[in-house]
């Protein structure tokens, strides 16, 4: 029910705004006995970490986590296991320059949450974008990196596929490349990167921005996690990932193109696999039929938006009703869905392990 | 939490299988004091009902709903007043034509869930696809018709914009178009209706099947429902359009177009009105920015793939092993993507539904 | 979430009134392949039901209970297993005599529940309590009979312990003699039977009532289940017996007694059992430690108040302000408490399976 | 479902263990434009805070709250404003004296949690009792006290009524009296004190503990909260109060005396005020009926056992399933009911503080 909580069994709680002196995940019902370390789930953060390049926001944050309870130290110490009690973790705001907040204090930004956050709440802070900002998803990450360890042997990967009018070619798809130091943009294709880059320098000189479209993929997941109706297991993904922000579509397996191709087409067919186990001779349900999962990669694609923030002045209004321009100065991301990457692994992690402990208390299957 | 139920407030749990005596739903947290007539609901109901153009299944049911609980019935003996407590309502399944299920008790049939049934349950319920059969939307669409009440001055239409390679033109919409008689399609381009036609004839005839896509649009909505992080309200939204039979993939505004534009292009600029209350010079956001609805028309769009009951044999093996062929005999539809519009507008009613109560729950706001 | 749901895992909501044609629960979330038959369902109905002494009120309803989904039946044709999908399950009214209630449309009884629901609701369904009336409580049982199958070796029995200013002789505790024909009082004090008749024949008499305390305890509950904060075992059972009507008051283990002796005298002590498993000297914590089972049989205990349905006038106003006295005619039951036994066997059922799934859930235990 | 987190719309979820660096909670849901400062928490925490009187632990923390997120502040520099995000709190832990835990490592102590920590997780953190401790409880408190602002006119007060043997004369109840500097143990009656110190001095001495009994009131609260069900505002309090460590029991109103005495003697007479609105003639109910609040004050009890921390050598095993015998040496509580005043009035404000939010969500009622 909490507007701040995600999950059912592996649930997480984050809080905190970039204007703060810290935001912050708890993760609750994680099974005791996850043996990880803070320096794992520091890697993650780091690949969210923006300063990285010239294509994401040079605000300079270390992100480093500080793990605040659920956890006992092994004799080694360095292993954390934990004890199946909540585990809070909290990061730093350290890079809160004193800014000048005064020109977007009263005015709403078009594209941006300002307004709304008006109209709902009656009162706004203005400065930094309250929980809009793109730091808390930091808080999801760190979820993230423990839920990777729930689910044996899952392994969950993401890239970015498109990026404005620009797309990769699959078949050079290298997820090997993906995390390579050359690479700023999540891309599988080694051949996107330099067209990438062009295209971004024009996008970023300009004072424009641009959109994208990420693809993550589980594998290792069990068949039989999801449920028929309501918490089917693309569903809660798809939600999961639609939570991420200025993500506008979200499509599972196939997606929108299901749309438009014939039942002979889109139904993938079974055989039985060398192991005596069935296997999917295709994989255009994206790993999930009837809303659970069928042992197949689960593969998901979402669209990201251009942040609003740009260097054109833009028709709005104000809080007290007068028509102003807006124009957004500051450090913002030409491409804000290159960060979505980490943050959408993060959380389809965190769905598909809280799907895994859901199945395991209806019906006792590990 | 529950596999059966959505919504927070305003909250359904659904019940029922094709071949049981029954399906029902159970609407909580209605506020008291909502008037309806059981004639409404049926309205609605008779919108989605099967076997009323030789495009959909042939299964007749009347769907005649009773309503078992939680209303008064005012003084006129017809308007039923919720009570504020549980308002369960009962459909009787009554054309269970007697058939002969042997062929599929063991088959798995590809692009169903049956396979994933038996993996997640170890047993599954092999006549009419259990939960996964679509005589279950006919209770949500039960549910939508008390929430289309709870929001006053909403109104939720949808329609049907593609089908399989047809599209509608956008130019020739007339939501009034979308119930008229001679629609079996809820297409509001009435240009599209010979089209669709003849290309679904034909889809028929070969035993095919075909995806489609349907938009859903929700005026009235107040500005403020939704939050900005885990209760997006267009995360609710797409989660529970997902939810519903096939969809693969659901998107709001311009969607995956989003991840094609610019910043400029994208950000809906604002003005004030001639009333004095700031309005959008596009919506290019479907009315939500940072989760939060903007008090603009709500739009929605999703993709239903096509029915994998089809009359062309397909690959599978069964629950021992075998690999077998599998061919659908039977009553279906060749494009389950029409019927998909009613039960869309319930899901769209039952979120905003929920989220105003809970929006109201929080602020106070009406 | 939901105000007529309980459980989390293994999930109950209940709907319906006296006064509507039927009532009814659906269970979500009960594990596949659960074997059972209606007839023990109905065994556990019958337990609860009115009518079947002078002692309890003499509305006479069959509650033959409906089973409408979530179940397969086996090859012999009479037992149910369950699919994993919600169980629904109804109660038709049959007793609703026609009566006279404009004498209580506006009145509000005190002790009742009728000022309450004008001051919630704005309006009122006077006819029978509504939600609040007693029939609501089979379809508890309906859905207890469930959860005594869920787990494994459990078993959950109840008895009254005291009427007003009588009780049992707990040395005499015969637990088989709680269900004996001769016994209409759920007593496990074969002595008490003619003191508590003769004793409630008085009250009877004198248009009066009483209240009760009743006894709850599970046998068989596995070490581990519960959590230490907020989701304790124990507070998991008050809750959930305090939902029951009528409940004032809900111990567990020695209770309001713990508070008056020392901490010697309350800690149960441990020595390893013949079987090489510790066991526990005593059970002054009821078979719960920091919010988690022990292993040791759960016991609970509760408080009943006196019906305020009675025949002295008492005082009280009207809808419209004005000072009124009311006095309760109809069908009553001078300890309503009796009939409280059954009720709370299922709530504490319930409790403990929901408590199981999740622990199964979080830990992979069985 | 958190096994962490309590409450719907205004929910708290909390995390820590007392031998780590810090313990928290996270208020989410709570209304926008709440207007408060860090020294009104403070107050409540220094209620709660240890080390204050010979009677209570020796463990010294300050127990310095820090708000981190979820305000603004005001002009004046100080008064915080909620933005109806998050508010994460957090308090460092401090005392953490270096302490040789080896003899209880291994060892089960008697009453306490540790055996069945063992059994639920399979490992078990033995320092301090981990969520078990009473620290957790500061962070309720912290809740709590932003809980009071939540509902306009509440005032939610506390008081020791009894320990171990001796009870205060109600007669003398002084409302003014708890909080004053000479009373250590929160009773209301004055003339109490000396008898509580000598009982109690008597206790410590020994090394031996004794239970208490709480009384919590709440006025102020308007007719109208809770649910005819599973959410009625005396289960939900009921259930909140069983989560504090060492309670056994707990009632609404006249609790277990409600058993034995009449229907006549039970029920409460209402009248019309000289305001035109009606009164109730007595208080018997609590405050509560039908789980409904009647606007009368709500009035709940419960025990707290004796804490099985004691100097007395008791029998027990340990994890190799050695028996042994275990004496509890530290610092403790001889009567840790004294110090769960102030946190059952901060678990009875925010549970009246969901239920006036989740009233006002469902019937617009402010």
Not at 104 to 133: E, N, V
Request: aromatic share 6%; charged share 25%.
């Amino acid at each position: 029910m909490s507007h701040n909580t995600f999950g059912h069994l592996f649930r997480v709680t984050t809080w905190g705004e970039s204007h703060g002196p810290a935001i912050g995940c708890v993760v609750d019902g994680c099974p005791p006995g996850i043996r990880f370390t803070q320096a794992e789930i520091q890697a993650d953060l780091d690949k969210r970490r923006p300063g990285q390049s010239r294509f994401v926001t040079q605000r300079r944050e270390p992100d480093q986590v500080k793990i605040l309870s659920g956890v006992m130290t092994d004799e080694d110490g360095e292993t954390l296991i934990t004890t199946g009690t909540p585990v809070s973790m909290l990061i730093e705001n350290v890079d809160q320059r004193s800014k000048d907040y005064s020109d977007i204090a009263k005015r709403f930004r078009p594209g941006h949450a300002d307004y709304t956050y008006q109209a709902k709440y009656g009162l706004r802070d203005y400065r930094g974008g309250g929980r809009s900002s793109a730091r808390e998803t930091a808080t999801r990450v760190a979820a993230g990196a423990l839920a990777r360890k729930v689910v044996p042997g899952m392994v969950v990967r993401g890239a970015l596929v498109a990026m404005g009018e620009k797309a990769i070619d699959r078949a050079n798809w290298d997820w090997d490349y993906v995390g390579h130091a050359d690479n700023p943009f999540f891309t599988p294709d080694p051949a996107s990167v330099a067209v990438f880059a062009d295209y971004l320098d024009g996008v970023r000189k300009k004072g424009s921005s641009v959109g994208a479209v990420i693809e993550v993929v589980a594998e290792g997941v069990p068949a039989g996690l999801g449920a028929p109706v309501y918490a089917k297991l693309d569903q809660d993904i798809c939600a999961n990932l639609m939570s991420i922000n200025a993500v506008k579509g979200v499509e599972i397996g196939n997606g929108f193109e299901a749309a438009r191709i014939t039942g002979e087409e889109n139904a993938d067919e079974m055989r039985m696999g060398a192991d005596g186990k069935p296997v999917f001779l295709s994989n255009n349900s994206g790993g999930v039929l009837g809303g659970i999962s069928t042992g197949e990669p689960i593969v998901a694609r979402f669209a990201v938006k251009p942040t609003s923030s740009i260097l054109t002045p833009r028709k709005s209004v104000d809080k007290d009703g007068a028509e102003v321009d807006v124009m957004t100065k500051g450090r913002h991301d030409p491409c804000v869905g290159i960060r979505a990457v980490p943050i959408a692994e993060a959380m389809l992690a965190c769905t598909i392990a809280d799907h895994y402990l859901r199945h395991r208390g209806q019906t006792g299957k590990q």
